[in-house]
């Protein structure tokens, strides 16, 4: 795998507590040869996301030491927010870069379920292209239910989960859009419609995952994203759709999230059709942030 580069954008049941992020930030970035890229934390949703990249060796060693100190440090019967999870290292996904294929990723997510699972007594999960069975490709079926009930067995270990720290859903998959709108209103409600109305699973534009939740210490509600294939809708569009919504309702837009790091093509897909996307913050581009700390 010479040559190659893997990115990693674990999500964390932690998005209060600065200390506990830093730890596990630390923790990740003690592994020799990784690029950190990005850490966010979110109070509503109580998560937080850490955005790496390096060769395979050094980005699998990362996850496993960022995994460990969750393990350590988050206590899921402690914990209580918008968004929905079954464990303290929530989510942990490998996403090609370069030189590398979703087939090594998968490879890379196969080997640390087991090891998390051997040394860390934490069950797994394996979604998208690492999942196991057509029910688990998909992360909600993996996390339905939640850490107080969850409705499938871990494919590592269980049925029972960690008592503290639940269990780990890891895989493999392309890049994606984690992207927000912000409504000016504090009606949830709202930003849930919106979200049944554009998101695919009820017929709304393809390749696109929503709910729509409350940001209590903003007096906001937002509609919460996926975007599994920009190239097929892209930024834009989903703004467009939200916006039109919401504009039906006589609600306006008090601004757009990007979580983690947004690929330059998407950006360009974007602009073309609607210029405004230039204007983006270039911090928040993905090439522009790997070349600025390569």
């Known amino acids: 795998m010479a040559g190659q580069l893997i990115e990693c954008v674990p999500n964390f049941s932690e998005g209060h507590d600065e200390a506990v992020v830093r730890a596990i930030e630390e923790a990740i970035a003690s592994a020799p040869g990784v690029l950190m890229l990005r850490v966010e934390l979110d109070a509503d949703h109580n998560r937080s996301v850490i955005t790496f990249a390096g060769p395979p060796d050094s980005v699998r060693e990362g996850a496993l030491l960022g995994i460990a100190k969750a393990v350590e440090r988050i206590d899921l019967r402690q914990h209580a927010g918008v968004h929905p999870r079954i464990g303290a290292a929530d989510v942990v996904p490998f996403i090609p870069l370069k030189g590398a294929t979703l087939a090594d990723c998968v490879e890379i997510a196969h080997q640390t379920g087991a090891t998390v699972w051997e040394r860390l007594g934490v069950p797994v999960y394996f979604y998208e292209a690492a999942a196991r069975s057509p029910e688990r490709e998909r992360l909600e079926n993996c996390r339905r239910g939640g850490f107080e009930n969850p409705k499938l067995a871990p494919d590592l270990g269980g049925p029972q989960l960690h008592p503290t720290a639940g269990a780990c859903v890891i895989g493999a998959r392309n890049l994606l859009i984690a992207f927000n709108v912000n409504l000016a209103s504090a009606d949830v409600g709202i930003a849930r419609a919106i979200a049944r109305k554009i998101r695919a699973s009820s017929g709304g534009l393809p390749f696109v995952k929503a709910m729509g ?79 600025k700390i390569s």
């Open 213 to 291: 939740v409350n940001l209590a210490s903003r007096g906001l509600a937002q509609v919460s994203m996926n975007l599994t294939n920009f190239e097929r809708t892209g930024l834009d569009q989903v703004y467009s759709a939200v916006r039109a919504e919401a504009d039906r309702v006589g609600i306006p837009i008090a601004g757009i999230e990007i979580v983690g790091l947004v690929p330059k093509k998407a950006i360009d897909m974007a602009a073309a059709r609607d210029p405004w996307w230039k204007n983006l913050d270039p911090s928040l581009i993905l090439e522009n942030r790997l070349a």
